[in-house]
């Protein structure tokens, strides 16, 4: 029993976090936000020579073989700044679900990735929208067979919707039926499942990392601001606010972390640990938005100050991957189902 | 990381599953907070120590077995799993324990630690004062050093276990003309002391859980000062640090009440059901005692690999008991309209587990550190807030 990172896990994510806070800025994502650029390819193209993106690629097809304990790490820092770039979704859902399927053209995509010739993304399993779709070559789907396929994005028709958060490029398909089938109807319950388990570990990863944000935003501006001519900080109401989340926070973390382990180690439960950490990743999120919100007053309730970049990803990566309702369902099921241990020798079993 | 349990923890656990099946007295004792139940509570600490289980995680040489913290949550898992005994000598097991292992002398330590395991010497608490509560730098007994001894006088309350126990810990001003954290000391004195009056108080559920103690010019001898003169708020205060937030309430204690939760929603699916709010209440007391387990093999992980423990252990306190509080009033909502009954009338009584929980639960928030104390500390020690 070693419920640690290694130094070398501890050692890349201190490097990506110095990377992402220098380069992905408050303004950097407002800049985006203006500009009809669709992507930010400078920034795209460091992270490929960093390795980041290709980070969960076996190592023989160019990768660095990370698994889902590894990464989880550099995921929480590209929520800390709320990275726009489809880059937690391609290390852990587009290319593990590739890793999954046999033959060479899964391998060829993931080849394709590693060169940094395209990007690829996936259809949403509960809505069919598609993010960051128009920057990307293929999308992966489900057809009306439940076969698994991988279409070619220009034989689509894209129509973009809006989201409240103005980072999130989100798209629906038209006539993106036929692509190219990756994965027969046979495998359809698991490669469903594990697509769901994919999005909702990745986001409640981001979670962790956008709480911490909002967080700190909070605590820095309650040093900050005065009235009273004192700190508002200095207030217990003001503290217990913060307070309530950082125990929040706290306290979702291991519930992330032993959801990677599940996931790397494909144990028969994982599906559960992955619906736990969903719920207390995104929970936490949320009490830090409305916490951290008040504790800014007015200032927090503006569109020049930075909190609502986080506060509005913060819904949707609650919303998406399997909102709420499911996960709570999901593990409900379980819950009262026969052979299910409870107690205190269950937690390991 | 690795989330699977050694060779080793697996035979841990198969010797102290069978020792406590073989030993576990299959009628529950009395309460502790009786004269009867305190003394078989102790009967019981005994058998313990006579199988060497008294407190596994200390050096051999002082009644332990010099187990790992992460066996330490195994021997608690199994220990709650087979509905063992509450520990009466918790006090001095997992507060002042870890507190000699730190900063008492040799001596000392060969004094105490081995009676303390054998439930032979049972402590009691003695911090809070009738204007010392949660503004602990405020207390005023004084402890006046004269040749070889200290003379102590003046009141502590809502010492735990104080009605029975053989010794009581705590803080007491050493120097008269100090003020605040300044000139505390951290000594043990023996109950039995000429001088010494104990005033039992009775709680919520009628029965003297703690009480009052009084000292009039009570003689203890120098050597059962605990640390340096005047160090008391240090050496308190360094124990508040992961011993202390890890062992006083174990994750077993509170999935184990989960299990039962669920167990309760089962038996009383349709009851229960007619208020929409308990299902999920059941589902998050499942999710939060995981929580609890997890963060704590977390900790454990990290300290057994060398880390310290840091300031987010405060979050620790505020968790369980929150969490404590919500189990228990869930089950009264499912437990319904005959909730407050006792005895009496078919299916009253059955729920007296449930209702001891309940009451005992509404004290979690308020003792080792009210809640608003731990978020205050939350919020300065560990976000950086200012005070």
């Not at chain 1, 097809?61 to 391609?90: I, K, M, Q, R, W």
């Not at chain 1, 900050?224 to 700190?231: E, I, L, S």
């Amino acid at each position: 029993m070693d419920f640690t990172f290694t130094e070398e896990q501890l050692l890349l994510r201190d490097s990506t976090r110095n990377f992402l806070t220098a380069e992905v800025t408050p303004s950097r994502l407002r800049e985006r936000w203006k500009s009809h650029d669709v992507a930010d390819n400078d920034l795209w193209e460091k992270m490929l020579d960093m390795g980041i993106i290709s980070a969960t690629i076996p190592e023989e097809l160019g990768g660095s073989g990370l698994n889902s304990v590894d990464f989880v790490l550099l995921a929480e820092e590209c929520g800390y700044v709320a990275l726009l770039e489809p880059v937690v979704y391609t290390a852990l859902v587009v290319v593990p679900l590739l890793c999954e399927l046999e033959g060479d053209f899964p391998r060829e995509l993931l080849s394709g990735l590693v060169r940094g010739d395209y990007r690829i993304s996936v259809a949403c399993p509960f809505t069919g929208l598609v993010e960051d779709a128009d920057t990307s070559a293929f999308v992966l789907k489900f057809n009306s067979n439940k076969e698994l396929v991988a279409c070619s994005v220009t034989d689509a028709e894209l129509s973009q919707i809006r989201s409240i958060d103005p980072g999130r490029r989100v798209f629906s398909l038209k006539e993106c039926e036929s692509g190219k089938v990756l994965m027969g109807n046979n495998r359809f319950e698991f490669l469903h499942e594990f697509l769901i388990n994919s999005m909702a570990f990745a986001n409640a990863a981001q979670s962790l990392g956008l709480t911490q944000r909002m967080l700190d935003l909070a605590v820095n501006y309650s040093k900050d601001r005065h009235q009273f001519k004192k700190p508002i900080g200095s207030f217990q109401a003001v503290k217990h606010l913060l307070a309530n989340v950082a125990i929040k926070l706290e306290f979702a973390k291991p519930s992330v972390y032993r959801a990677a382990h599940s996931l790397h180690h494909g144990a028969p439960k994982r599906s559960l640990h992955i619906s736990h950490a969903k719920i207390a990743a995104c929970e936490a999120a949320s009490l830090a938005a409305k916490n951290s919100l008040q504790a800014h007053g007015a200032m927090g309730y503006t569109w020049e100050y930075d909190l609502h970049i986080f506060s509005k990803r913060s819904l949707v990566l609650s919303a998406t991957g399997g909102d709420l309702g499911f996960h709570k369902a999901r593990l409900l099921d379980s819950l009262f189902s026969d052979d299910f241990q409870l107690g205190p020798t269950a937690t390991f079993s | 990381m690795d989330l699977s349990f050694s060779k080793v923890e697996l035979e841990f656990r198969k010797e102290i599953r069978s020792w406590l099946r073989e030993n576990v007295p299959d009628e529950p004792l009395e309460s502790f907070d009786t004269e009867l139940g305190f003394h078989q509570h102790r009967g019981w600490e005994k058998t313990l120590y006579a199988g060497n289980w008294g407190m596994v995680t200390w050096p051999k040489e002082y009644g332990g077995r010099g187990c790992s913290l992460i066996e330490w949550l195994i021997f608690e898992e199994e220990y709650y799993r087979a509905k063992a005994p509450l520990r009466v000598n918790q006090n001095g097991l997992f507060l002042l324990g870890p507190t000699l292992m730190e900063f008492g002398s040799k001596e000392q330590k060969e004094k105490f630690l081995p009676k303390m395991a054998l439930g032979e010497e049972i402590w009691a608490q003695g911090w809070s004062e009738p204007n010392a509560g949660s503004d602990m730098a405020a207390i005023q007994t004084k402890a006046i050093r004269k040749g070889d001894k200290y003379v102590v006088t003046g009141q502590k309350i809502w010492s735990t276990r104080a009605v029975w126990a053989d010794w009581i810990f705590g803080m007491f001003r050493t120097d008269p003309k100090s003020e605040r954290h300044h000139g505390l000391s951290f000594i043990l004195v023996p109950l039995n002391s000429k001088g010494v009056t104990i005033r039992p108080i009775a709680q919520l559920n009628g029965l003297t859980g703690f009480a009052e103690v009084f000292f009039d010019e009570v003689e203890v001898p120098t050597h059962c000062l605990l640390g340096e003169e005047g160090d008391g708020w240090k050496v308190a205060m360094a124990t508040a640090g992961f011993e202390r937030g890890l062992m006083l309430r174990s994750p077993a204690r509170f999935q184990e009440t989960a299990r039962r939760l669920v167990d309760l929603y089962k038996e009383n699916k349709q009851q229960a059901d007619n208020d929409p709010s308990i299902l999920e209440a059941v589902l998050r007391a499942y999710l939060d005692a995981e929580s609890y387990c997890l963060l704590t093999y977390q900790t454990a992980s990290r300290l057994v690999n060398g880390g310290h423990i840091g300031p987010e252990s405060s979050t620790n306190k505020v968790f369980w008991s929150e969490l404590d509080q919500s189990m228990h009033s869930t089950a009264m909502s499912i437990i319904g309209a005959r909730a407050d009954l006792m005895s009496g009338i078919k299916g009253a009584g059955l729920t007296a587990e449930w209702l001891d929980g309940w009451l005992f639960a509404q004290s979690g928030p308020i003792y080792a550190g009210t809640n608003e104390v731990q978020r205050n500390i939350i919020s300065e020690r560990m976000l950086g807030m200012p005070r």
